[in-house]
């Protein structure tokens, strides 16, 4: 079973630019997550999905990021204009359903550094 | 407001010995508690994980030991191997707002095992 795909794995940029992340789920899995790990801490929700549809975004910082999963299946994310404190490891994670118990399942992460 | 407090922040163990990591929660609606392991370059991954109706599990080298009136919980790997060297994160999530779980994750402990 191939597992959580993720695109592109490092990225550079400038603060002010913009950013795109893109993120393949596991084949048949409803629900899907990004998270924000910023070096030496734990990963912080930012956003998740349940099929096509926001379940919670409470702690994306919605000025500035956005994302969408508009078949239900891959999503993406973007920041813009990105600032020096975006600089962190984006993980996208899939679980079969919403439930707390379902193991969520990561993808190798893309790397962001803004200069 | 770290609702996950996680101790040490890393760890230096034998090969061999038994290596401790501790986790405290403030909210007691938390119901599951999962304990991730990630290695460089990787997303986390499922290692164990508890529901607070159980004192303790145990699967294979590693041991949850969980203490709900103290709110506290406790990862042990047994006989610890160099390959166990990586990141542990505890957790904790709840039911909020319906049927949507979320995992706040505590801020990890690098392992190192010598040889």
């Known amino acids: 079973e191939a597992g959580v795909a993720q695109s592109p794995r490092y990225k550079i940029i400038e603060k002010r630019q913009s950013v795109a992340f893109w993120c393949n789920p596991i084949s048949g899995h409803a629900t899907l997550y990004w998270y924000q790990q910023i070096l030496g801490q734990g990963p912080k929700l930012l956003i998740q999905f349940q099929n096509n549809g926001v379940v919670d975004d409470s702690q994306l910082p919605k000025d500035r990021f956005s994302a969408e999963r508009l078949k239900g299946v891959d999503s993406t994310l973007k920041i813009q204009p990105a600032k020096l404190e975006d600089s962190a490891v984006y993980l996208c994670a899939s679980s079969l359903r919403i439930f707390g118990t379902d193991t969520q399942y990561f993808g190798p992460g893309t790397r962001l550094t803004v200069l | 407001q770290q609702q996950v407090k996680q101790s040490p922040q890393s760890l230096i163990v034998q090969k061999g010995g038994i290596s401790i990591i501790n986790c405290a929660y403030e909210n007691t609606a938390f119901d599951y508690f999962p304990w991730y392991q990630q290695f460089p370059g990787k997303g986390p991954a499922l290692l164990i994980a508890?529901?607070?109706?159980?004192s303790e599990k145990k699967e294979g080298r590693f041991t949850i030991s969980f203490n709900k009136s103290a709110k506290q919980f406790s990862l042990h790997i047994m006989d610890s191997q160099p390959g166990d060297s990586a990141t542990y994160f505890c957790a904790a999530s709840m039911n909020s707002g319906g049927s949507n779980y979320k995992l706040t994750f505590g801020k990890g402990t690098l392992l190192t095992v010598n040889p």
């Open positions: 508890i529901r607070p109706d159980v």
